[in-house]
């Protein structure tokens, strides 16, 4: 599919890259501090990014393969401040339902563009201040509320940026709701202020951007979406002595580390082949193990608990 539009919502199949409004490429002036682990990934990303959301499977293989020796630091890009720019081929919600059904069939991961036609968003500002007031109270909760909002807006066609499904994910996710929402309206606007001062010095032009860095000023860039191994390569060509964790593939282990997974990401992560994951995850269903959410486009699995 050609993209020659600038309009974030378009995001570009072939480079897997959403780009923000009336970008440019810039000179990235700032330097990356590393924490206690080995290497660091500034990961740039946004609540709405269709192709953010298309490597979940290869950015949870990270975490487990990797995760002893990475830290991996959230921060929100911006990509869509609102409609008022009418650019990109594009000049109302309505026009992206058609083009996030075809990112899904593209990324094997389920994408309900219904969510533009039946409750589409104005924004994608205020669940990015939201996953900010999440950081406040805990970086690891934060990361739960964000792919329960995901979830909420690519499967359940949810418009994020309304109270009730930000609160409704918070709750889910073991966050103080009353503390979120009062961040919420505070601390957390300067902070994702902060995240867009950053990426302006980083240049970053569009979502998924990965900045891996460690002590030694060694750096790589990985910029939209990628294969596995691009990102493995560039953890690697910056720190070459991190060994690969061996993932525990059995099907407990995984949803306990994840308690949602599509079968794209059950595959990626379970060696189990993708042409035989639905029917393996459905034979789970209907023994009690699992639940299944079903959309137009494909399968949420969560883990049933006692």
């Known amino acids: 599919m050609e993209n020659q539009n600038t309009n974030p919502l378009l995001c570009d199949i072939e480079t897997g890259l959403c780009q923000v409004p009336s970008s440019v490429p810039m000179e990235r002036t700032a330097a990356i501090q590393v924490g206690q682990k080995p290497v660091k990934i500034i990961y740039f990303t946004d609540p709405i990014c269709s192709s953010c959301w298309g490597i979940e499977p290869q950015l949870r293989k990270l975490k487990l393969e990797y995760g002893h020796s990475l830290e991996i630091e959230y921060r929100m890009g911006g990509l869509l401040p609102d409609w008022s720019y009418n650019s990109g081929g594009i000049s109302k919600p309505s026009d992206v339902a058609h083009h996030w059904d075809e990112v899904s069939q593209h990324y094997d991961m389920p994408?309900?563009?219904?969510?533009?036609?039946?409750?589409?968003?104005?924004?994608?500002?205020?669940?990015?201040?939201?996953?900010?007031?999440?950081?406040?109270?805990?970086?690891?909760?934060?990361?739960?509320?964000?792919?329960?909002?995901?979830?909420?807006?690519?499967?359940?066609?949810?418009?994020?940026?309304?109270?009730?499904?930000?609160?409704?994910?918070?709750?889910?996710?073991?966050?103080?709701?009353?503390?979120?929402?009062?961040?919420?309206?505070?601390?957390?606007?300067?902070?994702?202020?902060?995240?867009?001062k950053l990426a302006q010095k980083l240049g970053v032009r569009g979502f998924p951007s990965m900045f891996f860095a460690d002590d030694w000023g060694n750096q790589e860039f990985v910029y939209g979406s990628q294969p596995y191994t691009t990102y493995e390569n560039a953890l690697l060509n910056v720190h070459a002595s991190i060994e690969k964790k061996e993932i525990e593939n059995q099907w407990q282990r995984l949803f306990f580390r994840f308690p949602s997974l599509t079968a794209r990401e059950f595959s990626e992560l379970s060696g189990v082949p993708r042409q035989e994951c639905e029917a393996y995850l459905q034979n789970l269903t209907e023994q009690g193990a699992l639940s299944r959410l079903q959309t137009k486009n494909g399968d949420l699995w969560t883990i049933e608990r006692p």
Request: hydrophobic residues 45%; without cysteine; glycine residues 4%.
């Open 111 to 196: 994408i309900d563009g219904d969510v533009w036609l039946e409750d589409p968003l104005d924004s994608s500002f205020p669940p990015s201040i939201a996953f900010k007031a999440a950081q406040l109270q805990s970086l690891e909760l934060a990361i739960k509320f964000l792919r329960k909002i995901r979830e909420m807006v690519f499967l359940q066609k949810k418009n994020i940026t309304r109270w009730d499904h930000l609160a409704e994910a918070a709750q889910s996710v073991g966050l103080d709701v009353v503390r979120l929402k009062t961040d919420f309206e505070g601390e957390a606007k300067a902070q994702f202020a902060e995240d867009l």
